[in-house]
């Protein structure tokens, strides 16, 4: 019976966070600000809850249903001509969003065994979650499309480096900051109720 109702809660959640995700995606200045060159983001939470309450594996599950929309929003909706060049790549769309829900999973529960502190290790996990999502997304495109990118930021290839980083310090770490003190509010009684 217990195994059961863990199961449906898993299935329930995944499911609710799912749907989350989707109208985020889809919906305008529900998941994204529109600030170009970039969108920050603030979906990035979402798949961080699930993987702080999940556990790793359905962070991951939750990071591609994340990736795999954004891949799919670029074609039909893109909000700009660059969403088009840059997300219908599946490396820049999905690979840095599945990676968001791995490094929150795996980084809570390595903090929350070696020292027990839940707190500290939901704040720390969501804070690197966050920044994996954004070093990897502007990391692919340096990679794929740094011509491309540099022409739209109106800048010099040979300075785009210095623009992703600043890019970095500004959206990043305010996006990060937001996963910090957002996701471990909403996941700590997600987690209480999975353990009743």
Do not use: C
């Not at 983001?41 to 556990?55: D, E, F, P, S």
């Not at 088009?84 to 769309?93: A, K, R, V």
């Not at 502007?138 to 300075?159: G, Q, R, T």
Request: glycine share 8%; proline share 6%.
């Amino acid at each position: 019976m217990y195994q059961r109702n863990r199961k449906a809660y898993r299935i329930s959640i995944l499911g609710i966070l799912s749907a989350i995700i989707l109208v985020q995606n889809f919906v305008p200045l529900l998941g994204y600000i529109p600030i170009p060159p970039l969108n920050p983001t603030i979906i990035h939470i979402t798949v961080i809850i699930a993987a702080l309450t999940l556990g790793t594996k359905d962070g991951m599950i939750i990071g591609g249903v994340w990736g795999v929309s954004r891949l799919i929003k670029a074609f039909i909706a893109p909000a700009s001509p660059l969403d088009l060049l840059l997300f219908t790549n599946p490396i820049i769309s999905i690979v840095p969003r599945i990676l968001v829900g791995f490094v929150a999973g795996y980084v809570f529960h390595l903090i929350k065994k070696k020292n027990g502190k839940e707190s500290i290790g939901m704040i720390i996990s969501s804070i690197l979650a966050s920044l994996t999502n954004t070093i990897l997304v502007l990391f692919f495109i340096y990679i794929f499309y740094k011509d491309d990118y540099a022409m739209a930021l109106n800048v010099d290839v040979s300075s785009l480096a210095k623009a992703l980083g600043a890019i970095v310090l500004t959206n990043g770490i305010a996006e990060a900051v937001a996963a910090g003190i957002i996701a471990p509010i909403v996941a700590r009684p997600l987690k209480r109720f999975k353990s009743n």
